[in-house]
């Protein structure tokens, strides 16, 4: 084992990487587009990333950093953002169906509590009444 020659020299320690927004843009992009076919996780592996990655880089992408980044140093072309604009539009109507479909889980879920509630409390009710009494001796 070498130690460092200076105090401030880090040795074999790897350099972290950097990574451009326009890579991050292209690399999400590209990920949401396999995700449906089930090829995600080799575009991560392809490039030695994480999920956590696309899930950062996601969500500074929804709050417009990333845009804003990607645009100083390169400009998106017109049609490359209609296009991030479509796969946005379409993420959240399968998102707003999919939470249609459990609201709609939901509301039938709570319909049905009530009606067995309402017949747990009949039953009670009607055992309360034939119930034989018993005398004291």
Same mark, same amino acid.
């Given at each position: ?53 696309? *899930? +950062?880089?996601?969500? /500074? #992408?929804?709050?417009? =950093? !990333?845009?804003?980044? %990607? ?27 999919? *939470? +249609?479909?459990?609201? /709609? #889980?939901?509301?039938? =879920? !709570?319909?049905?509590? %009530? ?23």
């Amino acid at each position: 084992m070498t130690l460092p020659s200076t105090p401030g020299d880090q040795g074999g320690r790897p350099k972290r990487r950097s990574f451009t927004a326009e890579y991050k843009l292209r690399i999400v992009a590209e990920y949401e587009a396999a995700k449906a076919s089930g090829e995600g996780a080799a575009i991560l592996r392809r490039e030695g990333l994480y999920h956590s990655h696309i *899930l +950062e880089w996601r969500a /500074a #992408r929804d709050a417009g =950093a !990333l845009t804003a980044l %990607g645009t100083r140093k390169s400009p998106v072309s017109e049609s490359r953002r209609r296009s991030g604009e479509a796969t946005e539009v379409e993420r959240l109507r399968r998102r707003n169906e999919r *939470l +249609e479909a459990d609201l /709609a #889980r939901t509301k039938t =879920a !709570l319909e049905i509590m %009530g009606k067995a509630h309402a017949l747990l409390e009949t039953l009670s009710e009607s055992a309360d009444s034939t119930a034989p009494r018993r005398r004291g001796r």
